[in-house]
Every structure is written in C-alpha cells, then in structure tokens.
C-alpha cells in the first residue's frame, strides 16, 4: 500500500503526522461516507419535485396563461386565452395583505420577547403561544376564522388574509426571535453607552444587525402562507373570477386552483393546475431574489 | 445625608495627607465619589464597601485579580450594570455631586456623561463614518458639516484619522483589533464624554497597538477624565495618576459555603502603589507573588 510505503520511505526522527490507521480512520472515512450519503438522499426529492413542476408546468406558462381568465375545467389548455389570471391576482392580494398584517406584529412581537420582555411571565405567555400556533394545523385556522369571520361577514379575500395571516404570525416571531437573539450583546452595550435609549438601541443597532435573517424568516413564512390551501377552502370559496376588491366577496388563488384543477378528470384542468404550480414555485422565487437584494443593501457593513 | 458627605470627604483625605503628595502634583476637583459602595448579582456580592474619590483629568487604575470586582466597580460608575438582571448597586456613588444612582437620574442621561470602552473592540456592523456619528446623531446632531466636523475630530483625537480618512464610508468591521479599538475610543469622544470608562481596553492588542493606546489615553487625559480597568501592571505604571488595589475577599465561615467578595485594598498615587504599598496585599501582588 501507498501509506506503508511512504511510512517505511520516511527519513529517520521525522515524526509521523497522519491519522493512526485502525478504527479512528476507519470511521473518519465512514461518516463522510453516510454524510455525503444523507446529502444525496435529501436532493432526491427537491430535485424530483423541481423537474416534475417544470417539466409538467412549462408547457402551460405563457402571458397569456398568468392574465387569462379561468375557463371551465372540461376546456383544453390555452383555450380561447384563458388561464389562470384571477388565481394570480387573488394569491399576490391575500398572501400580500396576510404578509402586511403578520410581518409586523411578528417582528415587534419577536422584539418585545427578546428586548424588552427579558423573563417576565407575559413574555414566556407570548413566547410559548406562538410556539403553540405554530403546531396548529392550517386546516383549524381556516376553520378558526370561518367561524368568526366568514359567518358573520361572508366569504371575502380579507378572510383568507387572516387565515394565512395566523398560520405566518408564530413563524415570524420565532425566526425573528432565534435572529434577535444571535445579535452579540456588546453591540448594545456599545450603544448604551453612548447614552443611547433601548428604542434607539433596538432600532439602529439590533434590527439592522439582524436583519438579513429577519428578512429570510418572513420569506420563508410567506413562501408557506402562499401554497396554503386549506385554510382557504373555508375563507374565499375560490371562484373562477378576478375579484380585486380584497375586503368583499369570494375571491381565488394559486393554491385553491390548484386543489380545484388537480382532482377534476380533464386534461386541460391538470395541465393547467401543473402550469398554476409552477407559478407559485416562481412566484416565491422571485421574492426571494428581491428579499436578497433588499437584504444585501442593509447589511452591506457587516462583512 | 449632610453628615455623611462630611464624614466622605474626612475619610478621603486622610490617605492623601497620610502619603504625601508628589510636589507639584496638586489633585484636580473630584469627579467620581463613592461612599460604601457594594454591588450585589442577585444575592452575590461581587463588591463591598468601596470607598474612594476619583480626580479630574486623572487616569484613574483598577488593578486587581480575576474576579475582585474591578470591571464591576467600574460598570457601576456609568450604570451599565442596570443592564444585567439582579444588579445592584447599595451605598452612594456621587458625580460631581450628583447622586449617580438617585431616582430622578436617568441612565442614559448618565452614560451621555461617562462613556465607555469595552474590553472587545464592538464597533457596529455601519460604515465608520456612521460610527463615529452614532453618538451625536441620537444627540440630535443632524447637518452633514457639523457631522463631518465632528467624525474628523474624534477620530483625530483616536489618532486613527490618517489610517482611515480614505476608507469613512467602508464597514468599521474591516478594521484591524487595534483600529477598532481606537474607533470604539473614537465613537465614545465623538459624544464629548466627560468622563472614559475603559474596561481592559488594550487586553486584545499587541503590545504596538497596545503602545498607541496608551499614548493616545495620555494626550487625551487634558480634556477627559479617565478610569481603565487593567491586568496588566505595567500598563498601569505607564499610564495612570492613582492606582486602586481590589482584591478578593473570602469569608469561610464554618458550616457555611465559600462566600468571596471583592473589595478595595489600597488607593494611592501609582508611584507609591507600586514602590511603596503600605498593605501586604498589595505588596504581594504588585511583587508578582499573589495573584
């Protein structure tokens, strides 16, 4: 073997620098081996379920397919420039407007936690209810909000808001905590002593500071509000038409149509939920790529 | 109340005359005085019953083993240690005869006064420029040339301004330990502190950064009062007026843990600190054989 070799090779009173051979080699080896292993076996479905999207989604994509209207599901795709043109409308208004009410009650929610609320009892009340919400199914959200909302008022975007609105609230305090947290406690020092207050001290040293991962948490709560489907089934009754008034009347979205088209028998309707698919998909993208660059600008100093 | 001043300022003095001062050597009025201060960590008492005063345009020393409660005194005098939970300061610690610790004085009000330099460099994740300029703008400074003005001047007085004015706008992140430090001395003159706390403030650096930040501290010290907590005694031969001893205290009562606590040894003028400490302890420990 090459390593007998280069031992037996060796200019006497040199000391030998490798691993001893034997077992702790032998396991060093093993456990990059499961180690690399287990990376490949996570890629397997991200891969697969990226291809099967594209592959499947591609084909539907077009303009036409993001503006057109939804045409009933026995009709081909691409038939008399229908497509899917409400569901994108619906999911940017109820998944923005749910974005808008979580975002911030989440972060100030977070800042109090970890800022301001140290260990006092509402703090760890808070604290644990959202790591309880956290477990809530989005099906009992949906149900949540139907009773209290959609009975009285009637089905409207603004009650899938607040159904996605509650599933993204404990996401966002959570990352927006576990960030706040990671913030080293001399760069407050720092600023206390400068004669800063705690706002001041939280707003332009802490936030800034965790900012990058308060961005990538929010996202990643909206990424999930944004594929939810059922909660949305109890809230806006997903109808076939583009309803731009958020606050009345049923609306639709990505998610629903998806569901809606996916279990119909017609080709056109499941060529057409793959193609709705792929738009979420991007649709997520493309707010990650705007989130980064928005991050990159505030967090331009901390390298 | 009034009693008790008198009684300060009696026991203040009495070491003074007691060990003769240096001709010429005339001290400055007292900036810092403390009477009787402890300061407890929940049930702790990391210090108790230090008394001393604390001079104008002095650089004032601690020095002392880990743990007798040099950084907490020093804490104490601009009220950092609010910050941590269970802290409390028992006793009275006046500034210029101000009570540091009575109700209406306000902690940030406080450390406006009394800056602070820290034993890590912490510049913030900002540009340098916008270090420099974070104590004035929360201030109220606004105005780029006033700003301007200011950012140069502190970072003049840091001696850090040759090394950076070409780069103001890049992260204060990218500085060397030795740069960051002089930009967190930088940052807290840009306030105009009265007084510099600086807590180990050289312990990271190499002894030529070290020496920058000593000579930095000496031609800084005409307009600030400075307290620096130190293990390093030459350090503290070098650059202080007064040196303050603390060491550890251990209470072992029988049948009763271990309770420790920090206190003041001995304060006196550095020279005789270190030449001619009047407690064994501090012999012991200036000596090298303690410690």
């Not at chain 1, 990352?175 to 080293?184: A, C, N, Q």
């Not at chain 2, 307290?227 to 007026?241: C, E, G, K, L, P």
Request: with cysteine; net charge positive; charged share 20%.
């Amino acid at each position: 073997m090459a390593s007998a070799t280069a031992r037996h090779g060796r200019q006497p009173g040199v000391p030998d620098l490798r691993e001893p051979a034997g077992w702790r080699r032998g396991k060093n080896q093993l456990m990059t081996a499961l180690m690399v292993l287990a990376f490949l076996i996570v890629l397997v479905p991200l891969v697969l379920v990226l291809y099967l999207v594209i592959q499947k989604g591609a084909q539907a994509i077009s303009w036409q397919f993001l503006t057109g209207s939804i045409p009933p599901n026995v009709m081909p795709l691409g038939f008399n420039g229908s497509g899917m043109g409400p569901a994108v409308v619906g999911t940017l208004e109820i998944t923005g407007f749910a974005a808008l009410m979580a975002i911030p009650l989440g972060v100030l929610g977070a800042v109090y936690i970890n800022e301001y609320g140290g260990r006092s009892v509402l703090s760890k009340v808070i604290s644990f209810m959202s790591d309880v919400m956290t477990g809530v199914p989005s099906v009992v959200m949906g149900l949540f909000i139907y009773t209290i909302w959609v009975l009285h008022f009637g089905y409207s975007g603004l009650a899938g808001s607040f159904a996605l609105a509650c599933l993204m609230l404990p996401i966002v305090i959570r990352s927006t905590y576990e960030m706040l947290r990671l913030v080293p406690d001399n760069l407050r020092q720092g600023s206390y002593a400068l004669g800063a207050t705690k706002s001041r001290v939280t707003l332009t040293v802490v936030l800034p500071a965790a900012v990058g991962g308060i961005v990538s948490g929010c996202l990643l709560a909206v990424a999930r509000a944004a594929g939810e489907t059922a909660p949305l089934l109890f809230t806006i009754l997903t109808v076939e038409t583009t309803n731009t008034n958020l606050f009345s009347g049923a609306n639709t979205a990505l998610s629903a149509q998806i569901f809606a088209n996916a279990t119909s028998p017609y080709v056109g309707a499941e060529a057409r939920a793959w193609g709705a698919a792929l738009t979420l998909i991007v649709i997520a993208f493309v707010l990650m790529i705007v989130a980064r660059i928005i991050t990159a600008r505030f967090t331009r100093y901390s390298r | 109340m009034e009693q008790r001043e008198n009684e300060i300022t009696a026991k203040v003095t009495v070491p003074e005359t007691a060990t003769g001062r240096r001709p010429g050597s005339q001290a400055g009025p007292t900036v810092f005085d403390l009477d009787k201060v402890s300061v407890y960590y929940g049930a702790f008492r990391a210090v108790t019953d230090v008394s001393m005063t604390i001079h104008e345009n002095e650089i004032t020393a601690f020095i002392g083993p880990s743990g007798c409660g040099k950084t907490t005194v020093l804490r104490s005098l601009n009220r950092m240690n609010d910050l941590i939970p269970g802290a409390r300061v028992d006793g009275k610690i006046r500034y210029r005869g101000a009570g540091l610790y009575d109700v209406q004085a306000s902690p940030t009000a406080v450390r406006r006064r009394i800056g602070m330099v820290f034993q890590k460099a912490n510049p913030f994740p900002k540009s340098i420029y916008d270090n420099i300029a974070y104590g004035p703008r929360i201030n109220g400074i606004r105005g780029k040339s006033r700003l301007d003005e200011i950012v140069e001047t502190a970072l003049r007085q840091a001696a850090l301004w040759d090394e950076v004015k070409d780069r103001l706008g890049k992260s204060g992140l990218g500085l060397s330990g030795g740069q960051a430090q002089r930009l967190c001395i930088a940052r807290t003159l840009a306030v105009e502190p009265d007084v510099v706390l600086m807590d180990e403030p050289c312990s990271a650096l190499d002894p030529i950064a070290t020496g920058r930040i000593e000579d930095l501290m000496q031609e800084i010290k005409s307009k600030f009062t400075i307290v620096i907590v130190t293990h390093n005694m030459q350090q503290a031969t070098r650059v202080s007026d007064r040196t303050a001893f603390f060491s550890v205290l251990r209470n072992e009562k029988p049948g009763q843990s271990d309770t420790r606590t920090g206190v003041l040894v001995e304060y006196d003028r550095t020279a005789n600190i270190f030449d001619n400490p009047k407690d064994e302890r501090t012999q012991a420990y200036v000596t090298g054989r303690m410690g």
